[in-house]
């Protein structure tokens, strides 16, 4: 089956500092993978579409300079978040969906749990 | 905007019974419904989707247009199906919008 995988799972850094996030797709190619954001006991948000070779597509809310996305493959997407802050601890995960594909199934990674102290 | 909802965040069954989780949605145009499931200490696996109108691990979901619903079920529950369970939409190759998730916990 499709697999994708994530890059750190897990992840404690400083208030002030970068951390990006990768995340692949192994056995297949995704022109478009999605980021979204958990809390503890909450729901996952969207955060932003990546398309590959194009902009991503932020929602409503999300500060696109503070979670720079780069989807510069068919098989890798990453997250950066700059100047990282404590409200910015979370779990992040990505999922992509098959290249050529016309349907909301989406395949997920195990998700990034990001600490900022 | 496209909006799904889960009314219950935590349900409780004894195993052998009847078990639905609840769903319902709003949106205008012709979605695509999904559950999706996060069992204990795994990622996020999809269960199951309306148009493929199949039973996976035994749940069925029927999708309700004029009560905007996608309810699951399943007959009786197993002790393996404690999990958390997500109804998502999505239109079209778009992005997926996911409820609020609903926690079920079989009992023994």
């Known amino acids: 089956g499709a697999v994708v995988s994530q890059h750190p799972s897990w992840v404690i850094c400083k208030s002030g500092t970068s951390v990006k996030i990768e995340c692949r797709s192994l056995d297949f190619q995704a022109t478009t993978m999605f980021w979204y954001r958990q809390f503890p006991k909450q729901s996952l948000m969207l955060m932003a579409t990546?398309?590959?070779?194009?902009?991503?597509?932020?929602e409503q809310g999300v500060e696109k300079d503070k979670f720079l996305i780069n989807h510069a493959s068919l098989t890798l997407s990453t997250l950066t978040v700059t100047s990282a802050h404590p409200e910015d601890s979370s779990f992040y995960i990505c999922s992509a969906r098959l290249a050529g594909a016309f349907t909301g199934e989406l395949f997920f990674g195990e998700g990034s749990r990001l600490t900022v102290l | 905007a496209q909006r799904v909802t889960q009314p219950e965040k935590l349900l409780s069954v004894f195993k052998g019974a009847p078990v639905e989780l609840k769903c319902n949605y709003s949106?205008?145009?012709?979605?695509?419904l999904f559950w999706y499931v996060q069992y204990s200490r795994q990622r996020l696996q999809l269960l199951l989707r309306h148009i493929s109108r199949e039973s996976i691990k035994g749940f069925t979901a029927d999708l309700n247009k004029g009560e905007t619903s996608f309810h699951l079920k399943k007959p009786f529950a197993q002790e393996e199906d404690s999990a958390m369970y997500y109804c998502a939409l999505t239109e079209g190759a778009q992005k997926l919008v996911f409820g609020q998730g609903t926690r079920l916990t079989i009992n023994p």
């Open positions: 949106y205008s145009g012709s979605p695509e």
């Open positions: 990546s398309n590959e070779g194009s902009k991503a597509t932020y």
